[in-house]
Every structure is written in C-alpha cells, then in structure tokens.
C-alpha cells in the first residue's frame, strides 16, 4: 500500500461517515417539523421524511447527478453521468464517484426537505411525490451545476462552500413559492387579517430534531471538504459551532428583552438559523466573523418570520425565514468577511458583486420553477388537501393511521370493516 492508496482509503471513509451524519439529518428534519405542528398531522410529516430520502435518492441516480456534475455544456447543465454510466473523467478526486455520489445525494435530499416544512399540513400527498421528482431531479440539480459543476456562476467565482444558497437559499424561495401557491392552513388568518396561533405538539421532540441537524451539519460544512487531511477541517468545524451558538443566543436575548421570556421555537430557529449563514463561507471566514454571521442570521430570522406573518404567508415551521433569509445573508456576509477576496479585507467588489449575482439567479429559479411546476400540477392533480382531509388531519386522510394511540387490544379487521362500511351505506342514504 503506497501513500496515495491510504489517503484514497482515509478520504472515502471521512466522506461516507459525513455523507451519514447528513443523511442522519433527516431524522432532524422530521423531528422538528413533526414537533413544530399540530398532532394530527404527524405522520404526514414523518412520510414526506420518507418521500424524500427514498424517491429523491432515485431521481437523483437517475437524473440529477448527470445534470449536475456531468460533462458541461455552455455553463448551463451537465450531460453524462445518467445512472451513474457515461463519461465523468472530468470528475478529479481521490474519492470514487460512487463515493462522492453517495455525499451529493444526501445534499439533495436536504433541499426537499426544506420545502416539506413550508406545506406542512395541508399539501396533498400525491402532490408531493411529484414535487420531489421536479426538485431532485431537475431545478436543484441545474441550479447546482451552475455553481458546483463547472457551470457558469462557479466560472465566474462564486464562493458557496456546502450550500447557503444552493441548497438553503433555492430551498427557502422554492418554500415561500409553495406555501404561497397552496395558501394558509384553514384558520390560520381571519377575517380580519390576524394571525391566529397555532401551538407546536411537542417541543422537546423538536428540539431533540435541532440537536441532530446541529450535529449533521458538522458533516454538511466539514465533509464539503472531501478529504481527510484537509486542515481547515478544525476551523471549519469550530466557526459551525460558533455560528450555532450566536444565533440560538440572539433570538434568546431578543426575545427575552421584547417578551419578558425567552421563546423556545424562536431559540431552535435561530440556532439552524446561525447554522445555515454560516454554511456558504464556513472555510472562508474567521471566528469573530462566524459569530457576526450566527447572531445576524437568529435576528433577521426573527423579522423575516414576522414579514410572512403580515403578509398573511402560513410557513408552519419557519423554512423561509431559517433557510432562505440566513442563506441569503449567509451567502453575502461571504462576499464581506471572506478572509480572502472579501470586501471589507480590501478584496474589492468582484467578490460580493458575483454573490449578489448568484444569489438573483438561485432564488429566482427555485422560485420560479416551483411556483409554475404546482400550478402545471394542479391542472390534472388538485395541490392542497381538501377540506374534510384538513380537519381530520392528514394522518388519517393519508396513512390512516395517527401518531400513536392508547388502546391496549387488538383491533377486530373484520368488526371495524363492518362498522366503516355501514356508515359509508348511511352516508349516501
């Protein structure tokens, strides 16, 4: 075994352990959307968790890898690499591509995700089986290739180290998209334009949820690195968690200050809220400045959640304010505080003109491709849930099942079958 056989072998096992630990995020995901919503709709969330990770991984073999990290064309897409066949020599890395498949598709799955908590209690289910395949397959994996698959704006130099827009801005305005093309859950808003409140299920469970993405994202930042020996790992690990801390921190004060308590659901957003501004420069950035990034990204949080708030936008977990508005500061703060080539260290503005320009190009895509794919959907496939199913609760209108249940005996098939079917026969009468 010579050197460069060891490192190849220390490379793959950092990239599969952080492509895990991203995969292990989902858990996040689930546990937080699932907590911030109301009870009856748990299980919805826990299947659309499902969704993700199970049909986004497939799209994305089949389809969004090639688009993103095939053979260029124009700057504009990726041509090779469909099921993972055809030519991807230009792929230069001690991993294999199997591996660094492995870690694309864990990042992937993440940008559905962020969606899913934007319509969270009132998206048909079926609707969000297709959304999937359109965001896995198509408007994430482009809009990737044009900043990580030698495309355009990545020629041009853009820095996005692991994705604050990428993955959290596109995400977020792909969210505000949906959320505002499906509308507010049923008595979210009255008549008179107030916001009514709607109460989390279970706060511990949501918190446990932020305590996985926090720790997911250690692989999601230093995992970007793709390689064992690199010796920003450390500092890119530390600003992560720096960045954490002072977003959870400013939105504790905030609200402690403003309310006279300390607001548990505003504490867990803005501590993904830090973790999310901090992703695009993680590599670039100095300590100080990561805690600059964290403590901004809890505030503008906090306004951004207050904005959808007066313009009556019903996002149930916070995906904009969390991942689209701390992605977009995130990505700036890069074009500022950038160690090298930042504005503010006398690298002029090249750097934060391409990051503004990156970042109308991303959100606007997201945006606009989801917003027209829900309305083309609608057409054959009615995007919201009905009425009745909203009331009930997509547990049952869905899955026919709810999060858990007290009955110690076994229930009769044929008793209750019996039961459902004479009611059916009462109803038409």
């Known amino acids: 075994m010579n050197i460069e056989s060891l490192q190849a072998g220390l490379d793959t096992v950092w990239v599969v352990l ?5 995969l292990l995020m989902e858990g996040g995901f689930a546990l937080v959307e699932a907590g911030f919503v109301r009870y009856k709709n748990n299980v919805n969330i826990i299947m659309k968790v499902f969704a993700d990770i199970t049909i986004g991984t497939l799209c994305y073999y089949v389809l969004g890898f090639a688009l993103m990290y095939g053979k260029d064309v124009w700057g504009a897409v990726g041509t090779s690499g469909f099921l993972l066949h055809g030519d991807l020599s230009h792929l230069k890395f001690s991993i294999s591509i199997d591996t660094y498949w492995l870690f694309q598709a864990a990042f992937a799955i993440a940008v559905i995700s962020i969606v899913s908590g934007a319509v969270a209690e009132r998206i048909n289910f ?93 692989g999601f930042n230093a995992g970007s690195t793709l390689t064992a020996s690199d010796v920003r790992i ?22 402690l200050i403003r309310y006279n308590r300390s607001d548990a659901p505003s504490v867990i957003n803005g501590s993904l809220a830090g973790l999310v501004g901090i992703t695009a420069g993680c590599a670039f950035v100095s300590d ?25 936008i019903d996002d ?25 080539g930042g504005l503010l260290y006398g690298g002029g503005w090249q750097l934060f003109g391409v990051q503004v320009l990156g970042l109308v190009v991303l959100c606007t895509w997201g945006f606009t491709l989801t917003w027209f794919g829900l309305k083309l959907i609608n057409r054959w496939l009615p995007v919201r849930s009905t009425e009745e199913e909203e009331e009930i609760g997509l547990d049952i209108s869905y899955h026919g099942v709810m999060a858990a249940h007290q009955s110690h005996d076994f229930i009769d098939d044929e008793r209750l079958y019996n039961e459902i079917s004479r009611k059916q026969e009462d109803h038409k009468e």
Do not use: C
């Open 18 to 22: 952080t492509a895990a630990m991203i």
């Open 126 to 218: 079926r609707v969000y089986l297709l959304y999937i395949v359109l965001m896995t397959a198509l408007i994430y994996p482009i809009a990737g290739h044009w900043v990580w698959g030698n495309g355009w704006l990545g020629a041009l130099g853009m820095r996005d180290f692991a994705g604050s827009a990428v993955i959290h801005a596109l995400g977020g305005f792909s969210a505000l998209a949906a959320a505002i093309v499906i509308g507010p859950r049923i008595g979210k808003f009255t008549s008179k334009g107030s916001s009514t409140i709607s109460l989390p299920s279970n706060l511990p469970l949501a918190s446990v949820g932020a305590f996985l993405l926090w720790f997911g994202w250690f």
């Open 234 to 255: 450390g500092h890119i690990a530390i600003v992560t968690m720096l960045s954490a801390a002072a977003g959870g921190a400013s939105t504790l004060v905030y609200t």
């Open 288 to 312: 100080e400045a990561a805690i600059f990034i964290g403590a901004v990204s809890g505030l503008l949080m906090m306004a951004a959640t207050n904005w959808l708030e007066a313009r009556k």
């Open 316 to 340: 149930p977990v916070g995906a904009f304010p969390v991942h689209a508005v701390s992605g977009v500061w995130g990505t700036l703060a890069t074009g500022l505080l950038a160690q090298d």
